[in-house]
């Protein structure tokens, strides 16, 4: 398993007692990244023991409070902390100002190094890349300036092949990091055992996608094509399509209609409106279009 | 009973599972208040069901996060409940940019005026009156610009001595107004019934003196003289009264020597510092000095 998704806030609108504001926590190939952050998400961040500490990279969609208003505070936090590692937070044109100036009227003077990198751009761009994980944004067409984030999982090392290599009692365990980078192995009697033999390929790359909030855009399919897991928002049902139109949301069906055309293995469905009380409702109808859905939901944990 | 107070989080610095920031809902001679509004204070609001919408002035005691991070996602809800009235913030100066430009970023743009009243005076001022109550500040020590508040009943109406009136048949309940308001009653056969025989004298006018953060102030005693309810914060014990003066805060034993040299009513003691698992060591600490304390937890009702 190398990409693990957990839900610390999936409603829309307003955080109630047990309905919390967008945000998630992705581990992919050994990265830990945060996505949104609504009001109380460092609390929910407790709550499911996900690791605060291992987080150097946020992603901000959009400046709606529901995806947003936590993040001061977090940063705050991370301050109290003592936090000296650099923090990179991703998020539109304004974000550096909005959490700056209240750094400043708080005085809450963080010590580590703090990057914004702002996004303007309406193009699909790769903002972030390192050795494991490379990040691109899916430009949303919502009320406001907003980004989905697509993760995916670059190269891989190959896996150790251990039934055959058990079969050699030269090779050690510190010879194994130099069979994973893609090396041979020279026994001291001359024989060279080939990579091939010694490791299997590794696992197929996985892609993760994060699709809020957004109106129907059907256009987004070509970027997210073939990702593992898709959450895509679905603040209304069918029932409501005129008003997700007018405020530029989704329905579940559309949801479902965008993970169908895009081939994803598995649509996850959040950014419930309050006035549904009962989310079953949103997976019954994205399952008229789409066999593979789930509903996520605070604490839950999702693999791929 | 005419001063309730609920607390809604009384814990210092970062938000944890069960420890909230500031919070406390002032409902005072049928006037209500939010004092201070740590992150999450929406979400406590609704758990403990104080009255969202009578809320038409909020008092920040200082812009350190645990006070006042939850301020923007309430108004910005507000905002979505297509509020109307009116809504009052008093807070330090700095406040009405800090809030401004969260609005304008997430373009959460309220419907209702929304004034900001800034303070920045070092002595104690009257910031808000009408027929029921006034508030002053109590300016406190801290790291960063702060004031306490005083809420003070004004002069009530005088209470019906229902006892008397019930042998009069001719005085209706339409009457009673009037007569709460001071009148005379004149009966149809010309006798007058004087007011002091149809009412009785007013409860006492009540008092709440809220007072977080702040070094230890033996000043503040004049200001908060014969309180009904006295909040007080306490951050540290005695153990660590040194790096409570080097951090502006306060220990339980200087908390309760205000209360007792105030003369209050009783002490309600909070802004717990999360070193300490057992909030009961700051009760057995301040009841060294003064007999009636309470510790502040979120969702327990104080009245007075």
């Known amino acids: 398993m190398s990409l693990k998704l957990t839900i610390l806030g999936c409603h829309s609108a307003t955080p109630r007692v047990n309905a919390h504001p967008t945000a998630q926590y992705l581990e992919i190939n050994n990265r830990h ?20 500490s291992k987080i150097n990279h946020i992603f901000i969609s959009h400046l709606h409070g529901d995806h947003f208003f936590g993040l001061i505070g977090l940063i705050a936090t991370y301050g109290i902390l003592n936090r000296e590692k650099d923090l990179h937070v991703f998020g539109p044109k304004g974000i550096k100002k909005a959490i700056g100036l209240q750094l400043d009227v708080s005085q809450s003077h963080v010590r580590f190094p703090l990057h914004f990198h702002e996004l303007s751009a309406k193009k699909s761009e790769c903002v972030f ?36 290599i058990s079969n050699y009692p030269e090779i050690e365990t510190c010879d194994y990091n130099n069979i994973k980078a893609g090396r041979d192995f020279k026994l001291k009697d001359g024989t060279v055992l080939k990579n091939e033999v010694l490791t299997k390929s590794p696992s197929k790359l996985k892609k993760y996608a994060f699709c809020s909030d957004t109106a129907y855009k059907p256009s987004i399919s070509e970027i997210i094509k073939d990702a593992d897991l898709l959450y895509h928002e679905s603040t209304f049902l069918s029932d409501k399509e005129a008003l ?16 169908r055309e895009a081939k994803v293995k598995t649509l996850i469905l959040g950014h ?33």
Chains 1, 2 share one sequence.
């Not at 609504?38 to 499911?48: A, D, N």
């Not at 409106?273 to 789409?290: G, H, M, Q």
């Open 129 to 164: 890349e390192d050795e494991k994980v490379r990040v691109h944004t899916i430009p949303l067409n919502h009320r406001i300036y907003t980004n989905g984030y697509l993760f995916v999982e670059k190269e891989k090392p190959r896996k150790l092949n251990i039934e055959v």
């Open 244 to 259: 997700a139109k007018k405020t530029k949301h989704s329905t579940a069906k559309q949801a479902a209609i965008i993970a």
């Open 33 to 52: 990244f945060l996505i949104d952050c609504g009001e109380g998400t460092q609390r929910q961040m407790r709550r499911y023991k996900v690791g605060f």
């Open 272 to 304: 419930y409106s309050s006035r549904y009380p009962d989310i079953n409702l949103f997976l019954e109808e994205a399952k008229t279009v789409f066999d593979n859905v789930i509903l996520a939901e605070a604490g839950k944990e999702i693999t791929a």
